[in-house]
T-cell receptor, first 115, second 115 residues
Framework: ETGVTQSPTHLIKTRGQQVTLRCSSQ?????VSWYQQALGQGPQFIFQ???????GRGNFPPRFSGLQFPNYSSELNVNALELDDSALYLC??????????????FGPGTRLTVL | AQSVTQLGSHVSVSEGALVLLRCNYS??????LFWYVQYPNQGLQLLLK??????LVKGINGFEAEFKKSETSFHLTKPSAHMSDAAEYFC?????????????FGQGTTLQVKP
């Protein structure tokens, strides 16, 4: 059973650019949730994807968008990057019935720096 | 709205001493509560979770937490600290009235273990 993987590990972008982060979910999982963790803070929920559809969103602007693929891997896209977008981006995968989910397993994260 | 508050951003204990990390929650529905640990430059690892079964929850690495509804608390304890316990600890509550996988995290508590 493979764990949750994320790529890239680190990324440096400049303001105004666009970025795509990737997450491979654990085998057998159908749900991926994305979180943003600013330095010294707790993670904040961005959105969740369940069976390729967005299934809830946190307080993030529309320039944060995502996708989930038929193999349940996922992408997080951020347009028009701002300095405050600098953070560790975590994804978590789990098996869900749609209403409730089993234990989430987190990936190691992607460290995004916006200059 | 649901929330968690972690009391104390930094806790320091001696090796072998009791570890107590405090978490209070706010929720209008029966909460689903979690404790996660994060080691430097890594993702989150689940220590334990409360899902409305037993109020005393045992987790990995000797940690446990007690759900106290009257005090709206879910404090994390370990009888004897090890050097390897030094890390960042996060308390979280699941949005909604079930384990939705959409977590609201506290600000975190850094645990320092002194030899």
């Amino acid at each position: 059973e493979t764990g949750v993987t994320q790529s890239p590990t680190h990324l440096i972008k400049t303001r105004g650019q666009q970025v795509t982060l990737r997450c491979s979910s654990q085998s057998g999982h159908n749900t991926v949730s994305w979180y943003q963790q600013a330095l010294g803070q707790g993670p904040q929920f961005i959105f969740q994807y369940y069976r390729e559809e967005e299934n809830g969103r946190g307080n993030f602007p529309p320039r944060f968008s995502g996708l989930q693929f038929p193999n349940y891997s996922s992408e997080l896209n951020v347009n028009a990057l701002e300095l405050d977008d600098s953070a560790l981006y975590l994804c978590a995968s789990s098996w869900s019935s749609g209403r409730s989910t089993d234990t989430q397993y987190f990936g190691p994260g992607t460290r995004l720096t916006v200059l | 709205a649901q929330s968690v508050t972690q009391l104390g951003s930094h806790v320091s204990v001696s090796e072998g001493a009791l570890v107590l990390l405090r978490c209070n929650y706010s929720s209008s529905v029966p909460p689903y509560l979690f404790w996660y640990v994060q080691y430097p430059n890594q993702g989150l690892q689940l220590l334990l979770k409360y899902t409305s079964a037993a109020t005393l929850v045992k987790g990995i690495n000797g940690f446990e937490a007690e759900f106290k509804k009257s005090e709206t608390s879910f404090h994390l304890t370990k009888p004897s600290a090890h050097m390897s316990d030094a890390a960042e600890y996060f308390c979280a509550v699941s949005r909604g009235s079930s384990n939705t996988g959409k977590l609201i995290f506290g600000q975190g508590t850094t645990l320092q273990v002194k030899p």
